[in-house]
C-alpha cells in the first residue's frame, strides 16, 4: 500500500494535478490538507474517475482536510477527542472547531489528516491556540496507543514545525523571532516522538524540505523547510518500506507551496496484483 500526505493549497484550483500525480505514482491513499472547500464544493468527478473514493471536512475557504482512497474507508471522524477551537478575540472552552483534522481506518490501519495551526506570530492567540492543539492531540494519541498498543497508526499532514535547525532553511525564520522553530513548539513535536511516534521517513530520508514559500525565490534558491511529516505508531513503521520527499512536484504550473511525502507499506498477504487497475 502506498500512503502519502500532500498540503494542496487549494484542491478546486489542482484537482487535475493532484490527480494526474496519484495515477502516476500509483498511490493508495492519500492525506490532504488545506483543501480550502466545504465537502460539497470537493471536486469528486475527478478522483472518482480516477478509481478514488473521497471524504472531505471543510468549513470554508480557509483550512480544510480530506482523504483520497482506493480502499475501502470506514470509523470516519471530523475531529479528534479535545480538540480545541479557535475564535479570533474569543476566550473559552467551547468555541468554534476548524476544519484541521479527519480520521480514517483503511485495511486495519488508522490514519490522520492534520493541518496544525499556523501560529502567525509568538506574541499572537493563534500561537498559544497551537500549542493547545498540539498537546491535546498529544494526550489524545498517547490515549489511544495504550488502549491499541499493537495496532498501526499515522498521524500524517503539515505540521508547521521545523523540528530541526537542518529543517530550516528559509532566512525570513529567525530564532527567538518566528513561529515554526521556537523552543516551545519543537518541544511540542518532539513530545510525540516521546509519545511511542517514529518519523518514519527521515530514516529512509534524512534531508530534503517539503516546503518552499511563493516569494523571494525560495524555491530555486532551496530556501524551504521540512514541516510536513508521517509520524507513525510502532506498529506503523514495522510496516515501512520505503519513503519519499516528491520535490519535482514543486516544479511546473501553479504548484502548491508544499510537496507530497509518502511511504510504502508492505501489508501481511498483500499482493500488488490486487490493486485497481487504472488506466
Known sequence: MRVATWNVNSIRARSGRVVDWLVREDVDVLAMQEIKCKPEQF??????????????????????????????????????????????GAEGPDLPLEARAIGVTIDGIRLWSLYVPNGRALDDPHYAYK??????????????????????????????????????????????????????????????????????????????????????LRFPRNEGMRIDFILGSGAFADLVTDA???????????????????????LEGGDDLDRPMIF
Open 43 to 88: 471536486p469528486l468527478e475527478a478522483f472518482e474517475d480516477a478509481g478514488y473514493e473521497v471524504v472531505a471536512h471543510g468549513l470554508n475557504q480557509w483550512n480544510g482536510v480530506a482523504f483520497a482512497s482506493r480502499l475501502p474507508m470506514t470509523d470516519v471522524d471530523l475531529s479528534f477527542p479535545a480538540q480545541p477551537g479557535f475564535l479570533k
Open 131 to 216: 500549542l493547545d492543539w498540539l498537546a491535546r492531540l498529544n494526550e489524545e494519541t498517547s490515549s489511544w496507543l495504550a488502549r491499541h498498543p499493537d495496532a498501526p497508526l499515522a498521524l500524517m499532514g503539515d505540521w508547521n514545525v521545523a523540528p530541526t535547525d537542518a529543517d530550516m532553511g528559509d532566512p525570513s525564520f529567525v530564532p527567538g523571532l518566528s513561529t515554526h522553530i521556537s523552543p516551545p513548539e519543537r518541544a511540542a513535536f518532539a513530545a510525540f516522538l516521546d509519545t511511542g511516534l517514529t518519523d518514519v521517513v527521515r530514516p529512509i530520508v534524512p534531508e530534503g524540505y517539503t516546503f518552499w514559500d511563493y516569494k523571494q
Open 244 to 266: 519519499r520527499i516528491h520535490r519535482d512536484e514543486r516544479k511546473g504550473d501553479a504548484p502548491s507551496d508544499h510537496v507530497p511525502v509518502s511511504v510504502d507499506l508492505e
